[in-house]
């Protein structure tokens, strides 16, 4: 009898242990493994800006407050194989969910800086969430927290390739989720920037 019971517990024991090997059960692991098996992981930008450190405050120039240019970033780490960079600008606590502020593609493979305000030769700037053309800065309601705003910068095998309707020098409609389909699957690397404002 003192066997059995013995034996029974070595085998729940060893059940318990590979039900947590699985990943199934950790939540946040999943969606990782998942996209690990559909594509290869992408390479590491590193991405700065002489105006404001990672996690810093966005300078006052570079918002709705002030002369609403878009900041000055440099770049380093890009991929051998890059044919173009793209760069979007996201606000992730805007009340009505993620907010769109920059929307630029078929930026040059060789650049490693853009400078405050930059519009660079060959690209195209799309529509953010404002409505408008290009950049818009931050611009949080008054009295909410900081809100988080990232810079993310892409580095691509292609040109991205849109629909007929935001096909290159002709694409103001360009949207974030027409660059993510186009870029799927083609993106060699990424980096990101975060700044903070409040008003």
Do not use: Q
Not at 114 to 125: D, I, M, Y
């Amino acid at each position: 009898m003192r066997k059995s019971l013995v034996m029974a517990a070595v085998v729940l024991i060893a059940a318990t242990g590979c039900g947590g090997g699985t990943g199934d059960t950790t939540g946040a692991a999943s969606p990782t493994d998942k996209a690990d098996t559909t594509a290869p992981a992408a390479h590491h930008l590193t991405v700065t800006s002489p105006a404001y450190r990672d996690g810093g405050t966005v300078p006052r120039r570079f918002t709705c407050d002030g002369a609403d240019i878009s900041p000055p970033i440099d770049l380093a780490g890009v991929p051998a194989g890059t044919r173009s960079l793209a760069v979007t600008v996201r606000d992730l606590d805007a009340p009505g969910g993620t907010f769109t502020h920059w929307l630029i593609r078929d930026i040059a493979a060789n650049t490693r800086r853009l400078s405050a305000g930059a519009h660079p030769r060959g690209a195209v700037e799309g529509r953010n969430s404002f409505g408008r053309t290009g950049y818009s800065g931050p611009c949080p309601p008054h009295g909410d927290h900081p809100h988080r705003y990232v810079l993310t910068v892409y580095a691509t095998d292609r040109r991205p390739l849109l629909s007929p309707g935001t096909s290159p020098g002709a694409s103001p409609d360009t949207s974030p989720e027409d660059l993510r389909r186009a870029l799927s699957g083609h993106t060699l690397a990424t980096g990101t920037l975060t700044g903070r404002y409040g008003r």
